[in-house]
């Protein structure tokens, strides 16, 4: 396992930015998939960006949106959310695992993102 740790979250009104980044602290070869999920009052927690060999995928309600980029090797993960709206509003959590997308071992403790209409 390895520790990640979240940054960049905020409030932002409807149609901003916002850039989430993602420190993984350990044996890269546990980050060689890096993903993003998220987590929103009364939801279950749904994927929102994999990435792993270069290779990314995305949740359909992001796509076009949100820009998901580093991960293996440098150990770190960001992603870029454009055009926000109130119902990204969440925690935003980091994940890594040793094995392609999509298998995540290791979690970070979340990033709050509130966007207001």
């Known amino acids: 396992l390895v520790r990640l740790r979240e940054s960049g979250g905020g409030s932002v009104q409807a149609g901003g930015s916002l850039k989430l980044a993602c420190a993984g602290f350990?044996?890269?070869?546990?980050?060689?998939?890096m993903g993003w999920f998220r987590k929103a009052p009364g939801k279950e927690r749904e994927m929102v960006a994999t990435?792993?060999?270069?290779?990314?995928t995305y949740a359909d309600a992001v796509k076009d949106r949100f820009v998901i980029s580093g991960g293996y090797p440098t150990g770190s993960l960001f992603l870029e959310m454009n055009n926000l709206q109130p119902e990204d509003s969440a925690i935003y959590y980091c994940?890594?695992?040793?094995?392609?997308?999509?298998?995540?071992?290791?979690w970070g403790q979340g990033t709050h993102v509130t966007v207001s209409s």
């Open positions: 994940a890594a695992g040793s094995a392609s997308c999509p298998h995540f071992r290791s």
């Open positions: 350990g044996n890269t070869r546990d980050m060689f998939c």
């Open positions: 990435i792993d060999t270069g290779r990314t």
